[in-house]
């Protein structure tokens, strides 16, 4: 965001399960960018939020690694780390941690223990660039064009125990919250649905 005098780079998750992961975030942010940045706590709406106020660091983002200021419904990768595969692992583990969602369907016998990760774009570019990248690293998945009320977007879903693996070995997660998701469903062999975190720790 940058308008008048305010240049802000904005961070937000849902502050009962992602609250750790945005502690350690911040602390990630201050010594990747020599920055303060803002950590707010909202409870009455679930929220936590990081703010960065810089005048220099809009520029980099936008016209160096040339994201988009305001709305990213035509975002992509930026070409300095689609070019690089050791940036593109790490670019990867950032997406999945913060854009991706992982959740446990129901097999056969109503048991939720299948591994879903799926991430919604309204870019098309991004939704090519995650194809291209997905199929680089031998993932299997599908791509799927959605509409709803009147705007379009695009589904990247991949199933299956091989390809959360394949992605634990390859790129990773530093969210502990899906972390903490993974550790439950491997000591159960399920995953126990609208758990919070803190009821998750519990069951380690």
Known sequence: YSYNRTHRVTYCGHLQNEKSYYQFLVQHLRKCYHLNPIYIERPKDNTVLILINSRDLIPFKHEALDLPIGPKDNIGIPRQILEKPRLL????????????????????????????????????LLSRQLHSVLSQFNFTFSVEERRDRGYKGYMVRMYGKKNLFHWLNLFGFSNHWINLKIAVWKKLGYFPIRKNYDELCLLL
């Open 89 to 124: 692992r790490y670019f990867m583990r950032g997406m999945g941690d913060t854009d991706f969602s992982l959740s446990f369907k129901k097999n056969r016998k109503q048991v939720h223990c299948e591994p879903r990760l799926e991430i919604y774009t309204k870019s098309q």
